[in-house]
């Protein structure tokens, strides 16, 4: 009942095309229901006329013919400018709902994506909003409030023409109230059941979408294609299951009911039938029937929507769960830094607050000094950049960027000071250009040339037929992984941060492209303060400060000689990488 108020709610974005259509709709019932009417005055007449042998006056009935016409498109001109106006009207809402679930979702905690996969996520704000925009948004204008209203007009007007009939016909009500019980109890399962296919679709094609390569590489596309097999039956099982009950329950059956009801009334009629003289005018039998044959579409067609009505408040449920994560509280003071020196102050992490993955760790970094993080794979040297870049807030102790604490400030304004180059560095869809400006209209194409000039990616540039301008798509698939770095290497000088991190920078280059990078990068690191991601100790030798971390802890701390000279996990690492890379 709450998802279903929230869901009316929305409405209220919409509220005159709304109103306009559900009054244009109710026109167009209305005047359906009174058509009839007028074909019966025409019947009557020409019954009459002939009963009586008196001549059919045919201008009279050419008059009657035109306005039961009139009546006619009328109603369908309404139907149609109503079904207009409400599908504006609902696409209207689902779009801002969809906006909504949107926005709010880049404001969530990056903790809220850690155990959700991609295509569920995604499965909230595009299918589940479709699907309310169908089921609900549409559905509840445009067949739920306006069958209600023609099934009790329908009802009004048969009392009018036959009170006894009407009556009788109500009997039918408590009949269809257990129909749409039974409906509903026997469709929920299955519709519940379509859902979750629908979903693991979803998030399985993502996921394979996503690692496409991964697959190939492993040879893994029959097992994938097995699992996705299985799961496409999945949702074809229910649909079928679906398609069985939507035809014995809605239609079948109904028009079994309905000849039953049919076959009742003319019985009753011809009761009326005493001695050669109908109780009823033919003009009110043919009313009568074409009211029954009326009474079933709409009365149909909210049975069958209850269920999907149904569907449509789990979808509702769902992206409201979304709406309703609660937003990572965030700061509105910007940050400023003025140095870039960062200090962390007896940290203690985990993402899981029991586990912590970061312990007591204490060190200060300097502008203009690179730090070299190392140590075993789970050591713990992403995390201490998830705390830099304030995606996580430390349990313990606190993160300071020229002696500010960061939990005081915007986290916005925090990255927008840090520049970061990953291992498998990220294009977005646009140009070379625009990935390396992201945007930023103080980052003009000569400043863009520039930047790729520093990191010697000018040659290759200049090789594409658009140069700057050449158009990146599917993130970049179509540029080597060398090529995507010295992107992303540009991008970051452009940005000219005060902080630097190089996630395995290096590892994807080829011997004469690091050359180029290894030069850029010493530029570039000019004054400011650099952290390194390296598994390759060679890349860190130069480093003012290396902090070798293993489970979460500071096991040894200092430079590259230093280290060597303590003998001791450091060397040990670096003699084992050195005799790999030397055999
Ligand atoms: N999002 C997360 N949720 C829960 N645990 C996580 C998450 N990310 C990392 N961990 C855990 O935290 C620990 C430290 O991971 P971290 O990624 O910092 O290690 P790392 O040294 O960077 O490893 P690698 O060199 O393999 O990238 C590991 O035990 C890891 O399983």
């Not at 007028?38 to 042998?53: C, F, L, P, R």
């Not at 020229?402 to 840090?418: A, C, F, G, K, T």
């Not at 990935?435 to 194409?445: H, L, Q, V």
């Not at 902080?499 to 290894?518: N, V, W």
Request: charged share 20%.
């Amino acid at each position: 009942m709450k998802t279903f108020k929230r869901l009316l709610s929305y409405f209220k974005y919409e509220t005159r095309r709304y109103t306009f259509g559900v009054i244009l709709s109710f026109i167009s019932a209305m005047t359906a229901i009174y058509a009839p009417l007028v074909g019966k005055e025409m019947i009557d007449y020409v019954s009459e006329q002939m009963t009586a042998n008196s001549p059919v006056d045919f201008s009279l009935l050419i008059q009657q013919f035109g306005w039961f016409m009139l009546v006619t498109l009328f109603s369908s001109l309404c139907g149609y400018a109503s079904y207009i106006l409400l599908s504006y009207a609902s696409n209207g809402v689902s779009k801002r709902l969809r906006d909504e679930a949107f926005a709010h979702m880049q404001t969530l905690p990056i903790s809220y994506f850690d155990d959700k996969p991609a295509g569920k996520i995604s499965a909230r704000i595009v299918n589940d909003v479709e699907l309310l925009r169908t089921n609900f948004f549409l559905n509840f204008s445009n067949v739920v409030i306006i069958n209600v209203l023609t099934v009790i007009a329908i009802y009004v007007a048969l009392f009018f023409v036959s009170p006894q009939i009407g009556t009788a016909l109500l009997l039918l009500l408590p009949f269809f109230a257990v129909w749409q019980w039974v409906y509903i109890k026997l469709a929920a399962p299955i519709n519940k059941q379509w859902r979750e296919s629908v979903s693991e679709l979803n998030s399985h094609t993502a996921e394979i979408v996503q690692g496409v390569s991964i697959v190939q590489l492993f040879h893994q596309e029959d097992n994938m294609l097995a699992e996705f097999e299985e799961t496409n039956q999945t949702w074809l099982n229910t649909r079928l299951k679906s398609i069985r009950l939507d035809g014995s329950l809605s239609w079948d059956f109904s028009t079994f009911i309905k000849n039953l009801v049919m076959f009742a009334v003319l019985m009753y009629l011809g009761t009326r039938f005493v001695d050669g003289v109908l109780g009823f005018s033919i003009g009110t039998i043919y009313v009568i029937i074409n009211y029954i044959n009326h009474l079933f579409d709409p009365i149909l067609n909210l049975v069958r929507l209850m269920s999907t009505i149904q569907q449509a408040l789990s979808g509702g449920k769902r992206v409201f769960e979304l709406l309703d994560e609660t937003p990572e509280a965030d700061s509105d003071q910007e940050i400023t830094f003025k140095q870039g020196n960062v200090t962390f102050d007896n940290v203690s992490f985990g993402y899981n607050p029991d586990k912590p993955v970061l312990k007591n760790i204490n060190f200060s970094a300097q502008k203009g000094e690179t730090i070299g993080l190392v140590g075993h794979t789970g050591s713990g040297k992403s995390s201490i950049i998830n705390l830099l870049f304030r995606f996580y807030d430390p349990q313990n102790g606190q993160v300071l960027i020229d002696e500010q604490p960061l939990v005081e400030y915007n986290r916005e304004s925090i990255r927008s000071h840090m520049g970061i180059v990953l291992q498998e560095p990220y294009l977005f869809s646009g140009t070379i250009a625009s990935n390396i400006s992201m945007n930023d209209p103080r980052i003009t194409d000569e400043m863009v040339e520039e930047a790729l000039e520093k990191v010697g990616a000018k040659e290759f540039v200049a090789k594409l037929s658009k140069g700057i301008h050449e158009p990146v798509v599917e993130k970049g698939q179509s540029f080597s992984s060398g090529e995507r770095q010295l992107i992303a290497f540009a991008r970051t000088l452009a940005s000219n941060p005060k902080i630097l991190i190089l996630d395995e920078a290096t590892s994807h280059i080829d011997t004469e492209t690091e050359e180029m990078i290894q030069h850029a990068m010493e530029v570039v690191k000019e004054g400011r303060t650099t952290f390194i991601i390296a598994h390759r100790l060679s890349t860190i030798q130069n480093a003012n400060q290396i902090l070798v971390l293993d489970n979460g802890e500071i096991k040894e701390r200092g430079t590259h000689e230093h280290l060597l000279e303590l003998n001791q996990y450091y060397a040990e690492m670096y003699q084992l990488q050195a005799q790999v890379s030397g055999s």
